[in-house]
């Protein structure tokens, strides 16, 4: 489930110790379509928002990497994102998206 998951990953980096002003990342690979259980009531579509939207608050850094061209910016958006269409080309596809989001995180 892609909102759980994404749940765990966020409170996991967050037991890891150091630096008390550091931040943490979190790099999801998704196909870009939610599934899995959520909770009573709600879809998985909706969630991931839920969980997403709550880590605008967090300290910890989430970029997504679509993969075999899925567009992950529908829920990612306000993170971080990039569409990998070929793995031959993973490096030059993430690269960009990659540091735009840094730099986004860093400024906050």
Request: proline share 4%; net charge neutral; glycine share 10%.
């Amino acid at each position: 489930s892609d909102g759980w998951a994404v749940k765990w990953a966020i409170e996991r980096v967050k037991t890891y110790s150091g630096d008390s002003g550091a931040k943490r990342m979190v790099f999801i690979i998704s196909d870009g379509s939610p599934c899995g259980p959520s909770p009573s009531g709600i879809t998985s579509h909706t969630h991931l928002q839920q969980v997403l939207k709550d880590a605008e608050k967090d300290e910890t850094i989430l970029f997504s990497v679509g993969i075999d061209g899925m567009d992950t910016g529908r829920y990612y958006g306000a993170h971080g994102y990039a569409t990998v269409r070929n793995s031959d080309t993973l490096a030059q596809d993430i690269v960009v998206p990659l540091k735009v989001a840094l730099k986004k995180a860093i400024k906050n």
